[in-house]
């Protein structure tokens, strides 16, 4: 039996793609095909098809909603394993509010709006999943997911289930214990507080018009692509040295928010690429400051 036949054995076949294009599950829109694309149905599953990538030595890789990820136009030779069409449930249990991975971070904000629970407004804007999100600690206007998640269910590296604290999730800027540690998140559940559903629609409007305004929502991206450098901001450092609108093919540094590297129609990964390695290398030489991608990649974006 090969893997694809082992993993359908767990998932089902209809939950198997082969060569499944990247392109449509990444928010770049860019991108080659995966090997194989698995949609767990279950945790227990999960944990199932990564010990059968695991034994067989098949590379892998967690895809939430793809909106931090460039693939590489080569693809991806490997297992791209999908939480968002299965484990995308929440709930609230009094004061918390518990979410799957594979669930997008605006529905669980809006959730706990629903339900009069404030903490989550940050995240209303954050095209991502829950997974995504805790491995990331994607934040926004002062809130970031290390202030609200509680604890998270993780399946770690040697395939045990495992609850880990906030405080094992270790989050700092763009990171987590998640991607050092190799973990995979399964759930999460978050300590919120009681608050008039009023103020947290108010607030949940003013960010997402406050991202409408700057962003170039308009346009494929994976956000800001480079990380925060201490002491200056990304955006601002891109702006200075001049390359607001450079551009490769259809990839460009977005002339509305320079943090951002847009595809502006039918860009490919290796244009992207490029625009973001000739903005490090100009940004180190115009202010010797070196930026750092947030952006995760998949795939070789060796020539
Ligand atoms: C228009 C736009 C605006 C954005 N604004 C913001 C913002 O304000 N703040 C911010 O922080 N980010 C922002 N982002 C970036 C992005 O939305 C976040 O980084 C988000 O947390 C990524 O979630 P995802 O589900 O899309 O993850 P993906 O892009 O699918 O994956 C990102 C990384 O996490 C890993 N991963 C995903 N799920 C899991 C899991 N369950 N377990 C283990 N690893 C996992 C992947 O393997 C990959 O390494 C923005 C992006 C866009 C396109």
Redesign the pocket.
């Known amino acids: 039996m090969n893997i694809k036949e082992m993993i359908e054995q767990i998932v089902t076949r209809e939950n198997v793609l082969e060569n499944e294009p990247m392109k449509i599950h990444?928010?770049f829109q860019a991108g080659g095909n995966a090997r194989l694309f698995v949609m767990p149905r279950t945790e227990e599953e999960t944990a199932k098809v990564v010990q059968i990538c695991r034994e067989n030595h098949a590379e892998w890789?967690?895809?939430?909603?793809?909106?931090?990820?460039l693939v590489s136009d080569k693809g991806y030779d490997g297992v791209v394993i999908w939480?968002?069409k299965y484990l995308n449930g929440c709930w609230a249990e009094e004061n918390e509010m518990i979410a799957q991975?594979?669930v997008m971070?605006p529905t669980v904000a809006r959730e706990a709006w629903k339900c009069g629970l404030g903490g989550l407004e940050f995240a209303s804007?954050?095209?991502?999943?829950?997974?995504?999100?805790?491995?990331?600690?994607?934040?926004?206007y002062g809130g970031?997911m290390a202030q609200v998640v509680k604890e998270a269910l993780?399946l770690t590296e040697d395939g045990k289930l495992r609850t880990v604290s906030n405080k094992e999730l270790q989050f700092s800027y763009?990171h987590s214990a998640?991607?050092s540690e190799k973990?995979?998140?399964?759930k999460v559940r978050f300590l919120l507080f009681p608050k008039n559903s009023e103020d947290i629609k108010t607030l949940m409007d003013d960010y997402n018009g406050r991202?409408r305004e700057k962003?170039p929502?308009e346009y494929g991206?994976?956000?800001?692509t480079f990380k925060r450098p201490t002491g200056y901001f990304a955006g601002k450092l891109i702006e200075d040295a001049g390359l607001k609108g450079y551009r490769i093919g259809d990839a460009q540094v977005s002339e509305k928010h320079a943090g951002?590297v847009i595809n502006r129609g039918n860009a490919t990964a290796s244009e992207i690429w490029s625009v973001c390695n000739h903005v490090k290398k100009t940004v180190k030489e115009k202010f010797g400051v070196d930026l750092e991608m947030?952006v995760?990649t998949i795939g070789s974006f060796e020539a």
Do not use: C, D
């Open positions: 990444t928010t890789v967690i895809l939430g909603h793809g909106s931090n990820l939480l968002k991975a594979g971070m804007g954050i095209p991502g999943t829950v997974g995504g999100g805790v491995t990331m600690n994607a934040g926004a970031e993780v763009r998640v991607q973990w995979i998140v399964l991202r962003q929502l991206s994976a956000g800001s951002f947030e995760k």
